[in-house]
């Protein structure tokens, strides 16, 4: 069962377009984290946000995170082929590392 | 943060047969966590290791079991393959004074089991 919902789980869009994606949970997290992972690679940490409410921007990415530390998105501005990949969102809980993680958004973005 | 390894990148098994995986992770980083992604799918959280003591457990059945050394190396182990244990098999590592939950992942060992 998972814990985390990613939506939408495909997104093709055309190269310059805005995009969102979602991460909703019913569990508090007292971490989030988003990856993004290319085909037979392990996923990359783009992100972690620790205190509800928190946004941050990594170039054209917003993250932000819930006030209730329940969900997050991923806001991606003017969209370019090299975005493509599959963008994963993890929650953490307690002390430990242990992730959750959601199914996964695929992004494909279209010259 | 970099320099996660994994070894080997691909692996072919037999239902019933046994299989070692193995990742060696930066100096300090002395938390370990692996995670089974099934294709098409988010990673699941198998176990995680701590100073070499198992720290933490998904719903894993125990023919899934695990080491760390300490020299941050670890290994995972699987008896009696299934067909369903193909997968991509990634671990993470860790260290104090990281963010809570924050880890970097290995590029993983693709398993396939006929």
């Known amino acids: 069962t998972q814990l985390l919902e990613q939506s939408p789980q495909f997104l093709s869009i055309q190269e310059g377009e805005n995009l969102t994606v979602y991460c909703n949970s019913s569990s508090v997290f007292s971490s989030l984290q988003w990856y993004r992972q290319e085909p037979g690679e392990g996923p990359v940490l783009l992100v972690t946000v620790v205190t509800g409410g928190e946004v941050k921007k990594l170039k054209r990415l917003t993250f932000q995170f819930g006030d209730a530390r329940k969900d997050s998105s991923l806001h991606i501005t003017a969209a370019q082929p090299g975005d493509t990949g599959l963008y994963l969102c993890a929650g953490g809980r307690g002390a430990g590392n242990m992730l959750t993680f959601g199914g996964g958004t695929r992004l494909m973005v279209k010259p | 943060e970099t320099g996660v390894t994994q070894s080997p990148t691909h692996l072919i098994k037999t239902r019933g047969q046994q299989v070692t995986l193995r990742c060696s992770s930066q100096?300090?980083?002395?938390?370990v966590s692996w995670y089974q992604q099934a294709l098409g799918q988010g990673p699941q959280f198998i176990f995680q290791?701590?100073?070499?003591?198992?720290?933490g457990r998904g719903n894993f059945p125990p023919r899934f079991s695990g080491l760390q050394f300490p020299n941050y190396s670890s290994e995972l182990n699987v008896n009696a393959l299934e067909l369903d244990d193909s997968a991509l098999y990634l671990c993470a590592s860790s260290r104090p004074g990281l963010a809570p939950g924050e880890q970097y992942f290995g590029p993983g060992t693709r398993l396939t089991v006929t």
């Open positions: 100096s300090g980083h002395n938390t």
């Open positions: 290791y701590y100073r070499e003591e198992e720290n």
